[in-house]
């Protein structure tokens, strides 16, 4: 018997899927699928009242897409990792996630022995990505970087902003940061979203990734 197994909760809207992954964690020693919701308004109204440890959720979900709801996820479990799982590889909706709080990305055609090591990895505080999905990062991240100045026309606060906001921190967080005021990190983000063109955080920190301002 294990004492302490990884407690794993599953959104995926696909039900042979769903109960597929959730035979494969509970028939696993050192795994314990704790909860199945097929949507990520239902995992955020329904869930686990204590954080399990780690989340699957599925990138394309009815309603709420998984990619948007990972922000939300990590505010009710701040310490939980998320691994996002796809049946695609969409670039601009990978990055998404990870900028909302993703800790990994997997294709669903990952082997069942692969799924079960990422989450304990996950667990363990890492950050696994199946390969399709890792070399799209590296390649992003290799591309020359610009001065912020020279595409977006985003000053070096705003970008400074950016950054902080891509690791995790709120606008609170960030204002503490920064040293300023929570009107100023709102009057930068404001400004930072007629110049990217974006109506969310995560748009403005997924845009200015692929760009290569941060």
Known sequence: MISNPINV?????????????????????????????????????????????????????PGESGSMGVGKLMDKYPKTAVLMLTGLEQHDLVFEALANGASGYLLKKSPPARLLESI??????????????????????????RRAADDSGLTSREVDLLKLLADGHGYDSAARQMTVSINTVRNYIRSVYDKLQVHSKSEAVSKAIKRGLL
């Open 9 to 61: 909760v599953l959104i995926e809207d696909d039900k042979a899927m769903r109960d597929g992954l959730a035979v494969l964690i509970d028939g696993t020693p050192g795994f314990r699928c704790r909860s199945l919701f097929g949507s990520m308004e239902d995992a955020l109204d329904q869930g686990p009242a204590a954080p399990p440890d780690v989340i699957l959720c599925d990138i394309h979900l």
């Open 120 to 145: 304990r990895e996950a667990h363990g505080g890492g950050a696994p990505m199946s390969p399709e999905i890792a070399r799209a990062v590296i390649t992003v991240f290799r591309k020359p970087k």
